[in-house]
């Protein structure tokens, strides 16, 4: 189907900006999120919201999505609460007490939501939609109330941004400089409790964590500022977000929720591999060059320590003595050291077996080399 | 400009308590849930000294600048820096923690952090500007840093970090600073780089408290001395309080490191060192 069509339709539309905005408040405050080492949180609160989702309907009456995401809101923030108590109180480290509370919550949630679906009733039947979204059931007043949130947790990030990249960065050092830094826990908390809210609806409380931890991931591999960080995040976010929800919306019936973790999957899996200076081909890559470049020193250096020795500039050095001395095939080396016309092959009869010499600018090279102590033999 | 947490001062209260002092630490008690860490210290530290604290790994030093920092909360006792709270102190206490407390690994270049010493003066919504910018940057030409102003934090190595600590801890302009292990995992030109940084603030009549691990160096670069294992073993200044005796009581019997310890101590002294045992000097150091 014709993308540019795709976006003229209304519901398509709807979803479109909902999943923007989802995308971009996950990548901002995931990149918090991920940098505090809080990703298993964002797990945790999210299905920990199903209850929530359940008992707001159960209030309500019907879906309204208000009240939905209000309970989901309060149990996601319960839930919070007993981590924080587990951990004082007990022995249990915090990744242990999550998982705790995650199955605790999750399994009261799946069973108010057979209940609910037992019962039956007019509207009951977009809840189970929470569990892996659905991007079709979203209305442009979910829109709305989407937006809100959003907008409301990206204003606080903006407005307090120094004192959360200092709580973030250094939490000693910004109580010492006197921030208040256990309610710059809270609202970060907070916040990343809302923007899992946000994104509820369209990827679902199984795997909405992957729209915290995944943008930020994958931001992260291609650079080493915060504020690019964060954009970069926002905007990987954006695009899985947008694509993920349309393509689930176009072809009917696909849940919501594994489309955008394809999509952000992705970005995270080329952002791994090729980002440079952090990408593994890359670093790969550098290791490789760096390893080349010593080598050819090192052989340089050597055909220099035999002129040297020989007392003659253009020592003719036999190939089987260079490859004996550093115990490895040097064809490719030398080949690459040709190239920069650094040395020369020559024959040196009566003698069949190559030989090498350093051509002029070769031997400028080397003791510049020899000079500034980088041999390292 | 309101900065972050301006003290607030009722009138009924006592102003100022021991104001002649840099830091006067009183019948401080400090646990985390179990067995006190920090038992019953009383410590006074002068104004303009460089001061080493020196005990035993768990001693309870990091926790000691921590709770004069009010970063931790004490069971009892309290804290004044130049007379004052510490939240009233607070804009003339500069802090560099101890290195391994950070993750290296985080998105700032090493001028961000810096100028993140800057933040608490500037206060609530406002950015850092071209004038802290500057201002970063003569903290880093200070450590010798300024070339690296844009490197990622995690290339550098480890003794450029501990840099980029202290120069956002000068940018702080503060009148005493807190550094737990400035010292730890660098080379010795570094390590003579930052005792120079340290020596001229405390030239400059600043007050310059150290957590220090390096028994050789104690005499050479400071000048007061506080030995501390959970409670104060002795404080003073450093001849009379740098003793084979008193380092003894501190390291208790932790026999191999004090056998080492020996030698230097007894060896390179220049002048008639009083004798160890000498009952006088023991009490010495004590408060
Ligand atoms: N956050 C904490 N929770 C529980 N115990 C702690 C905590 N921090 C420190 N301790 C304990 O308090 C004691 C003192 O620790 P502290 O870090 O102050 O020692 P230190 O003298 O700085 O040691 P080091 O030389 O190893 O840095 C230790 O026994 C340590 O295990
Ligand atoms: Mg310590």
Redesign the interface.
Known sequence: MNPLALLGDYTIQTVAIGAALLGAVGGVLGTFAV?RRQSLLGDTLSHAALPGICLGYLWAGARQLESLLAGAFLTGALAAVTVLVIVGRSRLKTDAALGVVLSVFFAVGVVLLTRIQQTGGAGQAGLSSFLFGQAAAMLRGDVVVMGSLAGAALLLVT?????F??V???R??A??????VAALDLALTVMIALAIVVGLQLVGVVLMTAMIVAPAVAA?QW????E??VLLAAGFGIVAGVSGAVTSAAAAGLATGPVIVLAISAIVLVSLLLAPGRGIVWTALAARAERRRLRGRQVLLTLYRLAKEHHDPAYPAEKGTLDAYHGTETAGVLGRLEAEGLVRPVSHPPEPTPHWKLTSKGRERAEDLASSGEERR | MT???EPVRSPEEPALHEPGLALHVEDLTVSYGGAPVLWDIDLDIPKGVMAAIVGPNGAGKSTLI?SV???VRPVAGHVRIFGLRY?EA?RR?G?V?QRS???WD????AL??VM??L??R?G??R??GRRARAEAMAALAQVGMEDYASR?I?QLSGGQQQRVFIA?ALV?QADIYFLDEPMAGVDATTERAIVAILHRLRDAGKTVVVVHHDLQTVRSYFDWLVLLNVRIIAQGAVPETYTAENLRRAYGGQIALLDQQEAPLVEPVPEPEPKPTDPHHLEAGQS
Do not use: I
């Open positions: 940098l407005a307090f941004w120094k004192e990249k200092l973030t960065f250094d000693d050092f109580a010492a400089a006197g921030l208040p992260r650079t080493h500022r915060l690019a960080t | 900065g972050w947490r921590k920092l009010g970063l939240r607070r206490v802090y923690p407390s950070v993750d985080f998105p700032v270049t961000d952090v993140m010493g933040y608490g500037l609530w919504f950015r850092p990622q995690s956002r702080q």
